[in-house]
């Protein structure tokens, strides 16, 4: 783990695109955060091709936003270094239309999960699990552009993604850290910083 800024890593996970936050605990601040860097894990559009199975795309692209967001949470990535003490996942929810929806919504689940006991297990990362529709109690809102305009209006000098797409996965991956703040992950966080851990 590279050392730094005590910070919580906002996570939106998505099968084909995931938005990931690293947010540095910061008691002191109006928001209780300083967002330090940003990533999105996407994955490329392959033309149907004879010989290539569904199946086969669907373990390569499990294989690499496992990597990346491992990579981002121990701070390995490109960017300032970051002590991440704890992850908050904003859950899928169920019910998507249709089987293929569905099914790669459960998968990214279960990604998600076993990454997530995996942090746990070697990093003692804590976890936090936050429903969207908590983000969106929290901010006032339905709409997805508010929330990404409500979440960059607090952190105004950030470098926010400009590709709309983009912006949208870490938009609400910083939600998810804002409803963090509410939680016993945040508090324990915060002492870390104020015992300058």
Known sequence: MIKGPITI????IGFNATGLIAMAVRPDLEFGYKPMTWCCVRHKTYANKQHVYVADRDI????KTRRDILNFCLGITDGPGYNAV???????????KGARANRCMGMATGLIACISGELLDTQGMMVEWVQ???????LGT???AKIQEQVMAKWPDFNWPTTKAVLEHVADAAAAALVAKTR???TLAAKLVERGD
């Open 86 to 96: 704890a992850i908050v996942v904003e859950a899928p929810t169920g019910g998507a």
């Open 184 to 186: 016993n992950v945040y």
């Open 142 to 144: 339905n709409s997805k």
């Open 132 to 138: 969207p529709g908590e983000s969106k109690r929290l």
């Open 60 to 63: 390569e692209k499990l294989i």
């Open 9 to 12: 890593i906002g996570i939106d």
